[in-house]
């Protein structure tokens, strides 16, 4: 059974730092490209930054710059280190990857920005 877990999440001062962390567990972590989404209040789920197997990695505009992707193969562990923080980056951060047809999410991990 597939679970991916995120942790990390908080409340942070507008140019604070947050880590967030995803293990991934049931399957073969090190040959998928991962992925950062978030979802704000009444906004679409947004992509954040993919991390590819040989690590590769691409961000949204608006975290360029600001935000890193990282993975660990033998943690089955994938990062966001967020700095800079913007109240606008306020949302719920889910990790995921694509196996064949299905899409694996976790449950989410909440950061406020907010002074």
């Known amino acids: 059974q597939v679970q991916l877990v995120e942790s990390g999440g908080g409340l942070v001062q507008p140019g604070g730092s947050l880590t967030l962390s995803c293990v991934v567990s049931g399957s073969i972590f090190n040959i998928y490209t991962m992925a950062w989404y978030r979802q704000a209040p009444a906004k679409q789920r947004e992509l954040v930054a993919t991390?590819?197997?040989?690590?590769?990695?691409n961000y949204a505009d608006s975290v360029k710059g600001r935000f890193t992707i990282s993975r660990d193969n033998t943690k089955r562990t994938v990062y966001l280190q967020m700095n800079s923080l913007k109240p606008e980056d306020t949302a719920v951060y889910y990790c995921?990857?694509?196996?064949?047809?299905?899409?694996?999410w976790g449950q989410g991990t909440q950061v406020t920005v907010s002074s």
């Open positions: 995921t990857y694509n196996e064949a047809t299905t899409n694996y």
């Open positions: 991390i590819t197997p040989t690590y590769s990695r």
